[in-house]
């Protein structure tokens, strides 16, 4: 009886408790109990959260040895999801649970998020807002998981801008500052630059420590085989050619070197062999010689993996690229070792060019994708403003991650600045999945985040602009030149973009006039704190990418237009911080020069336009739209617009049309790497497909049909 009564007592005692909300008031002293952990990355998150607490409250954070005194408890459950957290608040307290050092560290920095500190903090100059106090309401919980195991960037193309920024050598203290962002963006996955002009990673001092330090997995790129930087590295320690038909001895010693030396790294290990750069593999002429030659590399390297790194070879994360040519020979008949990751890429324009089927999904080593945001090579790089449109990054990883691509997702950055939004945006994607949201949404929390709840509205509409303009054109395209062809007129010679009337320009001309003169009025209502962050994150992309076209679209402006990029160009290396990160003509092509001759748009036929989307319309296998539209006359045709995707299952992409109920036609339009069309298509972000028509004058209905999967329409056009 007395111990009934006794649990009684407890129980009316509980429910009488008052719930505590976590309360941190400025310039407080907080506590924390901290879990000792043997990797160092949480504790590197740990005094990230220090600092971001002294900016944001003017508070300390100090570790107590034991947990019912600490304002916050951290500690580890290991039967959780790898690199998994929990945070929650209870009885005032906030606990955070991590699966692993790596959760850990995530779950500290969402802390950080929590607080208002911006991932792009240090990146940016998103200078945090200073607060009275930070309250998390009691019963507040938030759980969250990787959706792809590892998620990474690619530091590519940094001749003109993160190199020269950072002294000429990408060493320790510039890979702080790149794994730091890494840290606060949840990725854990790192190629590192490998242009002839760096120093590779692992011959600088400090850099491999670095990488330790904030938990960050090294690999290396397509070309870049068991943590070697060929391009440069086999100048300084290779021994005759690198050919592994004609010098193997040699060319093995040079990865087995490298794999000792760093065989107590966290690694992920690339497999297969290329040329010295970028190039096909040296030796080597018909497929059926790659395809012999490249199957001896892997065996060769697993090996060599077994031997200095793990006898259990299985065990070591690898992953095989099959990019450009390689994909060929892949689709020969090459045996990857099912615990190998294929990374699938895009064609270096943001379409996929090969989805995984049935049995690569079920491979153990699962699937993983290489895309590209920045890119240097045929027909033109886009180097420079970060103008890729985030509607087909979402739009193509959606298919990435739906199709089975979740084991690994590496992002080509170049240098980093100024694709923030995309960067931030891939990687949210790698570490929440496909949640059903679109890229305006995140684009919206991006800009309300940064700039406020009343700019947020604005800001969206003015970038969301911004990035449709830029991809019915990138402003590195507006010369209409090309690189790397064997006709040199393509490099230097400005022409009439192919496919634009004088409506068109005059229309694309008033946009971008619209959006820079916003850009200008908004400016004023952005906080001054946040001044740096606008400039680098709004005004500069949008106004540069404005008067690069007013430079070739408007002749009486054009040399005022090629002076306001100057002058943009050198506020923004003016910031100490980043002075000479932004170079306004990589490579220093023609088309980032003056125009000293006026580019003339004929008149061009008129068209009617029977359909046309913000973006595009998914058409899903075996559907039909039907358009409806009049002629008036006898003769005519239509022009049908599609995104130029790559097929998603098999190897076509076919629709058929048909016009008031006659007999359908076929069309394929699918593109091969490098072939004219398809370097018109990625340029333009369109492929088109024309069928005439006789049809009397009056009212006719157009039948439009997906006979493939991955069927995306752009538009429709009547011309007569």
């Known amino acids: 009886m007395k111990r009934t009564l006794l649990m009684l007592m407890a129980c009316v005692s509980a429910l009488l408790v008052v719930a505590q909300d976590f309360v941190w008031k400025q310039g407080a002293k907080m506590s924390i109990f901290f879990d000792e952990t043997s990797e160092p990355v949480s504790r590197t998150a740990l005094e990230m959260l220090k600092e971001d607490a002294a900016k944001v409250l003017d508070a300390r954070l100090v570790e107590v040895k034991k947990a019912k005194k600490a304002g916050i408890i951290v500690v580890l459950n290991k039967g959780m999801a790898r690199e998994s957290f929990l945070l929650e608040v209870m009885d005032g307290q906030l606990w955070l649970t991590g699966a692993d050092p790596h959760g850990v560290a995530y779950g500290l920095l969402e802390m950080s998020r929590l607080l208002g500190v911006s991932p792009w903090e240090w990146w940016a100059d998103c200078v945090p807002e200073r607060k009275s106090e930070w309250v998390l309401k009691e019963g507040f919980v938030s759980e969250q998981r990787p959706a792809v195991a590892y998620r990474g960037i690619f530091i590519n193309d940094e001749d003109w801008g993160i190199l020269p ?36 990673f692992f011959t600088i001092e400090g850099n491999r420590e670095m990488a330790h330090k904030y938990g960050i997995y090294v690999g290396g790129s397509h070309c870049e085989p068991m943590g070697t930087s060929p391009a440069t590295e086999w100048k300084m320690r290779g021994e005759g050619d690198y050919n592994y038909v004609t010098n193997r001895e040699n060319v093995q010693k040079f990865w087995a070197e490298r794999l000792e030396e760093v065989k107590g790294q966290d690694m992920v290990y690339t497999i297969g062999m290329r040329g010295l750069h970028d190039g096909s593999m040296q030796g080597v002429k018909t497929k059926e010689e790659k395809l012999h030659y490249l199957q001896e590399v892997i065996d060769d390297q697993r090996n060599l993996l077994a031997v200095h790194v793990n006898p259990d070879v299985t065990s070591i994360p690898q992953v095989f690229v099959p990019y450009k040519e390689v994909l060929d020979i892949y689709h020969s008949g090459l045996r990857v070792p099912d615990d190998v990751t294929l990374m699938w890429t895009d064609d270096n324009y943001g379409y996929i060019r090969h989805f995984p089927d049935s049995v690569e999904v079920s491979r153990k080593g699962g699937n993983g994708l290489y895309y590209h945001v920045s890119y240097w090579g045929r027909p033109h790089d886009y180097l420079w403003l970060g103008t890729f449109s985030p509607a087909l990054l979402r739009q193509q990883l959606t298919e990435a991650y739906q199709r089975g691509i979740r084991r690994m997702w590496v992002l080509n950055v170049g ?44 800001l969206t509409s003015l970038m969301t602009d911004h990035y449709r303009l830029a991809f019915d054109r990138k402003p590195e395209h507006m010369g209409y030149t090309r690189v790397e062809e064997a006709d040199k007129k393509y490099w230097n010679t400005f022409r009439p973009i192919l496919d634009w009337t004088k409506e068109t320009v005059a229309q694309r001309v008033a946009d971008y006039q619209r959006l820079s003169d916003a850009v200008e009025a908004l400016e004023g209502q952005v906080p001054a704190h946040r001044r740096q962050a606008y400039f680098q994150l709004v005004k500069y992309p949008v106004q540069a990418a404005a008067q690069m076209n007013f430079k070739f679209l408007v002749p009486e402006r054009s040399g005022e237009a090629y002076d306001s990029i100057v002058t943009l160009t050198h506020i923004y290396n003016n910031n100490p911080r980043w002075k000479g990160i932004m170079d306004m003509a990589p490579r220093k092509l023609a088309v980032f020069g003056p125009v000293t001759e006026p580019i003339i748009y004929p008149d061009a036929e008129r068209r009617q336009v029977i359909f046309e989307a913000d973006t595009w319309l998914s058409v899903p296998l075996g559907e039909e739209k039907a358009f409806t539209f009049d002629t008036s006359r006898e003769t005519c045709g239509v022009y049908v617009y599609l995104l130029p995707t790559h097929p998603v299952a098999g190897d076509r992409l076919t629709f058929s049309l048909s016009a ?37 004058e009056g009212r006719h209905v157009l039948t439009f049909k997906a006979l493939t999967e991955g069927v995306y329409l752009r538009g429709i056009q009547l011309v007569q």
């Open 165 to 200: 920024w950072s002294g000429g050598v990408i060493g320790p203290d510039t890979n702080e500052r790149i794994f730091q962002l890494m840290l606060r963006l949840r990725a854990n996955y790192y190629w590192p630059s490998m242009h002839e002009v760096s120093k590779p």
């Open 660 to 696: 008031d109920g006659e007999e359908a036609q076929t069309f394929d339009y699918q593109t091969y790497d490098r072939s004219e069309e398809w370097k018109r298509n990625v340029q333009r972000n369109y492929a088109y497909r024309f069928m005439p028509l006789e049809l009397g």
């Open 415 to 458: 240098d980093i600045k100024p694709a923030e939004f995309q960067i931030e945006e891939f990687l949210n994607m790698a570490w929440e999945g496909v949640d059903g949201t679109d890229e305006t949404a995140d684009l919206h929390r991006f800009m309300e985040r940064e700039f406020g709840e009343t700019l947020a509205d604005t």
